[in-house]
């Protein structure tokens, strides 16, 4: 089994988590560890796992990344009244080519995929989604991937979009499961617009930081259609990391937090990716105040995915001249849903996209969601 093959949580983790108060999330969760080998999973809900391959961003010389901080970081945080069994199984082994490194992540998420068991990997570089994402190409299932991040990633090394970056090569596998792909936060200055013409053209879904400023609130229905969400610490301010590659604008330490708890708030999510995270003591800190968000959101999903209809909704019509828009908001978390035809077989049917209330008011005014208008011309290609 390949989560055999993860390396224990280091000694001197294990040692600062004994000088803390038995309540903080060091002396709650279970932990690989030399002494007492690998956890029991069979009531495990979350799963921590270390990634310190780092050669994808430019530092062959460091191959591994130090995460003792992030850990501890995390560690010391006070758990909250959380049923759900956490465990932190160790770090991933470094291969001897970075795909043999995304090959024992992919085999590593798929275990714990088949367990459901929600994966939090932590450090490395975005191009820790090539091993997350072969799991449903593995597993022949299609998938929305959410990125929160300052840039789309289309290009590498000065090239504009390039076949070697690592969306380049989830958007052209063959066979591809890829259903969705969706940006949070993206910086105009950085994005090009023959970058936005290709989102445009695959009707992908792209949110800039400003509309989030705004309203943070918009991101999650994004965050709960998704099945995997990597988190690009370089799009927090760099002032709050302590510096590193970050930039100067950006998602706050409260904002990136917000995030956070929408993404372990989502039923659907199952995988999560936290990433480029700068090796400053601030970078460290925060690191592990977002995993503690995305655990504390986690500890009150409403499994409400996939959502039905029948069971404790409420429906609402709204007429329009070419389309009638039909909305169901659930009695339990107040969330909403609209439904979205889709052609499957010459035989149409009709799927439920998550979606705000602002939606539906919108469309109340006469306005159509445009993710409704993207959500089903994709479904037409």
């Not at 040692?15 to 029991?40: E, R, V, Y």
């Not at 999973?41 to 796992?49: C, D």
């Not at 080519?97 to 932590?122: C, G, P, T, W």
């Amino acid at each position: 089994m390949a989560l055999e093959l993860l390396s224990p949580v280091p000694e001197a983790v294990l040692a600062s988590s004994m000088l803390m108060p038995p309540q903080t999330l060091g002396n709650q969760i279970l932990k690989n560890t030399h002494q007492d080998g690998f956890p029991d999973l069979s009531e495990v809900r979350v799963a921590l796992v270390g990634i310190q391959e780092t050669r994808s961003v430019g530092q062959p010389h460091q191959r591994k990344q130090d995460l003792s901080a992030i850990r501890k970081s995390l560690y010391a945080l006070f758990a909250g009244n959380w049923p759900n069994v956490i465990a932190d199984l160790g770090d991933l082994p470094i291969g001897d080519s970075e795909s043999d490194s995304h090959r024992v992540l992919q085999d590593v998420a798929s275990d714990l995929y088949k367990q459901n068991i929600l994966l939090l990997a932590f450090g490395g570089s975005q191009e820790n989604l090539l091993g997350l994402s072969a799991v449903f190409t593995q597993h022949e299932t299609y998938f929305n991937l959410c990125s929160i991040d300052y840039k789309f990633d289309f290009g590498v090394h000065g090239v504009l979009i390039d076949n070697d970056s690592y969306m380049s090569k989830l958007i052209s596998a063959r066979p591809n499961f890829l259903l969705n792909y969706c940006n949070l936060g993206y910086q105009s200055y950085y994005v090009a617009q023959e970058e936005l013409d290709l989102v445009e053209r695959l009707y992908f879904d792209a949110v800039r930081l400003g509309e989030l400023h705004a309203d943070m609130k918009v991101s999650e229905p994004y965050l709960r259609d998704s099945d995997i969400v990597t988190i690009d610490m370089s799009s927090v301010i760099s002032q709050v990391l302590g510096g590193g590659l970050t930039q100067v604008n950006g998602f706050s330490a409260h904002q990136i937090c917000v995030l956070a708890r929408y993404v372990g708030l989502s039923d659907r999510v199952g995988m999560v990716s936290l990433n480029n995270i700068p090796q400053t003591p601030e970078a460290a800190q925060l690191a592990g105040q977002t995993l503690w968000y995305i655990i504390e959101g986690l500890q009150h999903r409403a499994n409400e995915y996939p959502f039905s209809i029948s069971d404790g909704s409420t429906k609402y019509v709204v007429p329009h001249d070419e389309h009638e828009l039909t909305f169901y908001q659930s009695t339990t978390t107040k969330r909403w849903w609209v439904l979205v035809p889709v052609t499957n077989n010459n035989i149409e049917e009709y799927t439920l996209l998550p979606c705000n209330e602002s939606d539906y008011l919108s469309s109340i005014e006469g306005i159509i969601p445009e993710r409704w208008w993207r959500t089903m011309r994709r479904n037409l290609v």
